[in-house]
């Protein structure tokens, strides 16, 4: 490995981006800025279709954001009487917050579809980043995640609060963030938290991780796309809102190449084309 947090691999239409950030494997602002840049150079490139996020440990995903940074920041602050920061460093020139929120806002606006392969411990920031993701793949075993921050005086702010909220409604939210509480893929299985739970050996994980990838990236991309965009963008709005949206995308996709030649081979009992992208 490099130097660099982020280490980006490409397979197909499919784009990997490990997070090494050895001993401690935690995210920093250094690495939340890195994380960012990559994902928009991924962004602006059509054929890629899916992304995978990923620890660089064998056992650890995103240990959480980094103690030291939090503390020095907070310390500094009373020292000083400034106004309150966040986890975000700024606001790029098209708008969208720096750092791990850009990151964050980024994985769930992209066209490609996200994935966190939650390979091990993901505790705080490390989970909430993931909750960005589109997809959660947990590896099966005795692993520790959950957004324990209220345990030190501070609550999950790089987006936790909501996105629970949103996923799990708002008693479970309140029980789980309040309470601090830790808990095991199974259990995040459970409570709706992670999406899959897969094999606990680290090559078989690995293997059924670009499975699931690579079946994702082989199904038509703006489908995918305009998809992910009706339930993330019609979740926030009235019904009839977001039952015109829907048709909006919905429309736009009819006037795809890839979706006039699959309708007519499926009419016509013919295997289903390659899908282009167009």
Sequence with gaps: MSDSYVDVNRDGFVATLTLVNPPRHTINAAGAEELLVALESLDSQSDIRVVVLTGGSDEIFVRHYEVDELATSAERQIREGGAPQTRSSGVSHAGRPRGLRGAMDLLESMDAITIAAINGMAMGGGLELALACDFRLAR???????????????????????????????????????????????????????????????????????TFAQTLARRA???????????????????????RRESELFGELMRTEDAAKALRAAFEGKPLPEFKGR
């Design 221 to 243: 991309p703006k489908a995918l796309a305009n998809s992910k965009r009706a339930i993330r963008e019609g979740v926030d709005l009235p019904l009839k809102e977001g039952l």
């Design 140 to 210: 099966a075993g005795d692993f520790r995640l959950g957004l324990p921050e209220t345990g030190v005086g501070i609550l999950p702010g790089g987006g936790g609060t909501q996105r629970f909220a949103r996923l799990l409604g708002v008693a479970k939210a309140l029980d789980l963030i309040l309470h601090g509480t830790v808990f095991t893929p199974d259990i995040a299985h459970e409570l709706g938290i992670v999406s899959r739970v897969l094999s606990n050996t680290l090559s078989s994980y690995r293997d059924e991780v670009s």
